[in-house]
């Protein structure tokens, strides 16, 4: 449990990051930044699966890059429910999307398996 918290947290200060370092993108504080990084996780458990689901063959057609567009979707959908998260526009939530994926990455290699 406590990993999970340290995860959360560090998920949140991630998307205060992205926010600082990709135009379009903006989380108006900590508060914004705990509810995202919740539903973010939720988002990514739930509607994530069914997205790659659906769009299987999209998937496979560009060997795995169309991932990468549900990703931006999913970060999309989340500011779209969190009031003080705002992207602007697609480009925006596929540059932050794959930021956050990739220091997420690193976070979750030196935390260990949640």
Not at 2 to 14: E, I, K, M, P, R
Not at 26 to 50: K, S
Not at 70 to 98: E, H, K, Y
Request: aromatic fraction near 8%.
């Amino acid at each position: 449990m406590v990993v999970f918290l340290v995860h959360l947290f560090f998920t949140a200060a991630l998307l205060l990051v992205v926010a600082h370092l990709v135009r379009g993108v903006e989380v108006e504080g900590w508060g914004p930044a705990i509810l995202g990084a919740i539903m973010l996780g939720l988002v990514n458990a739930f509607v994530r699966p069914v997205m790659v689901l659906l769009t299987l063959p999209f998937t496979i057609l560009s060997f795995g890059l169309f991932l990468l567009v549900i990703n931006a979707l999913m970060l999309w959908l989340v500011s779209v429910l969190v009031p003080g998260i705002r992207v602007r526009d697609f480009a925006s939530a596929l540059l932050g999307s794959l930021l956050l994926t990739l220091l997420n990455l690193g976070v979750a290699s030196l935390l260990g398996p949640v």
